[in-house]
């Protein structure tokens, strides 16, 4: 089993930056992260992800030149560098982790609220 715990979420203005934090804990070898949003009224949506080596690594064209998502894989800790932020980025991210191999992301932290102001 996989835990995973969000930190470094909170309010920033728009243009700021903010950095987010997964701590994984369990059985966490050779497991592939990813950062997804949900904002209200809308469906969630995946942000970034990176695999477990760090070789492979998705950007939503949303983010993309803006968020930066590495890992630290002898610190079980997973970042989401959040640069030159806009209100539109005003969301809950969460955390979350599948198997090498596995299409779909099975471990899910609690969330972390993301406010942008203009």
Request: proline residues 2%; aromatic residues 12%; hydrophobic residues 30%.
């Amino acid at each position: 089993q996989v835990r995973l715990v969000e930190s470094g979420g909170g309010l920033a203005q728009a243009g700021g930056s903010l950095r987010l934090s997964c701590a994984a804990s369990g059985r966490t070898f050779d497991l592939g992260m990813g950062w997804f949003r949900q904002a209200p009224g809308k469906e969630r949506e995946s942000v970034a992800t990176i695999s477990w080596s760090g070789d492979s690594i998705y950007y939503a064209d949303s983010v993309k030149g803006r968020f930066t998502i590495s890992r630290a894989n002898a610190k079980n800790t997973v970042y989401l560098q959040m640069n030159s932020l806009k209100p539109e980025d005003t969301a809950v991210y969460y955390c979350a982790g599948r198997r090498s191999g596995s299409g779909e992301f099975e471990y899910w932290g609690q969330g972390t609220q993301v406010t942008v102001s203009s």
